[in-house]
């Protein structure tokens, strides 16, 4: 048996084990209650931001969107002023 015969016979030993050792347990239980305590726990790790760093992470929003309109309208208009001018070209 060479090299390929023996990596193929590990894979097949190593793939019965895994089967084997599978656990025969059924799902646990799903509790509502111990849900909510869990989620309550993990809200109250957050770290809420304040509202004067919502009002300024809110107003930086606005201005990359103006900033991005800005952008796109001069890009579009260059666009359109590019392909204007090879279609006239090409006539």
């Known amino acids: 048996m060479g090299l390929t015969g023996s ?7 190593a793939a019965r084990r895994l089967v084997c050792k ?3 347990q059924s799902m646990a ?3 509502p209650f111990k849900f909510l305590q869990e ?13 004067r760093e919502t ?3 809110t107003a930086m929003v606005f201005v990359m969107v103006a900033v ?3 952008f ?3 890009a579009d208009q260059a666009i359109r002023l590019m392909i ?3 279609l006239n070209a090409v006539r």
Request: charged share 25%; net charge positive.
């Open 22 to 24: 599978a656990p025969a």
């Open 72 to 74: 796109f309208l001069l």
């Open 7 to 13: 990596f193929l016979g590990m894979k097949d030993r």
């Open 68 to 70: 991005s309109s800005i």
């Open 84 to 86: 204007t001018a090879i």
């Open 55 to 57: 009002a300024i992470t």
């Open 39 to 51: 989620v309550r726990a993990e809200t109250e790790k957050v770290t809420w931001p304040t509202r």
């Open 29 to 31: 239980k799903f509790s």
